[in-house]
């Protein structure tokens, strides 16, 4: 078991950024595909981006060029910076895992909110 916990979100202006992290009980952590999602308010939960252990990344086609998805394996986390903030980018972010025997961890999700 791996339990995560996000952190970074918060109430942001428009065209600012924000890095979100997520950091793991246990450093097994390092060995998991992870990935961030999000869910907007009314709407179904969507991935962002993805990141393997070995450092090859994936983005949602949306998602591609303001989203950036890293890991630092010392610490136990995975990071998900946001350049140029929209209202639509307004959610709950979630940080996830993936074990390598398909077993899949979410954390409880950090609230983002974009707004003048």
């Known amino acids: 078991q791996v339990q995560l916990v996000e952190s970074g979100g918060g109430l942001v202006q428009p065209g600012e950024s924000l890095t979100l992290s997520c950091a793991a009980s246990?450093?097994?952590?390092?060995?998991?595909?992870k990935g961030w999602y999000r869910q907007a308010p009314g709407k179904q939960r969507e991935l962002v981006a993805t990141?393997?252990?070995?450092?090859?990344?994936r983005y949602a086609d949306s998602m591609k060029g303001r989203f950036t998805i890293s890991r630092d394996n010392a610490k136990n986390t995975v990071l998900l910076q946001i350049n140029s903030l929209k209202a639509e980018d307004t959610a709950v972010y979630y940080c996830?895992?993936?074990?390598?025997?398909?077993?899949?961890?979410w954390g409880q999700g950090t609230q983002v909110t974009v707004s003048s």
């Open positions: 996830n895992a993936v074990d390598n025997l398909g077993g899949t961890y």
């Open positions: 246990r450093s097994i952590f390092k060995f998991y595909t």
């Open positions: 990141i393997t252990p070995g450092g090859s990344t």
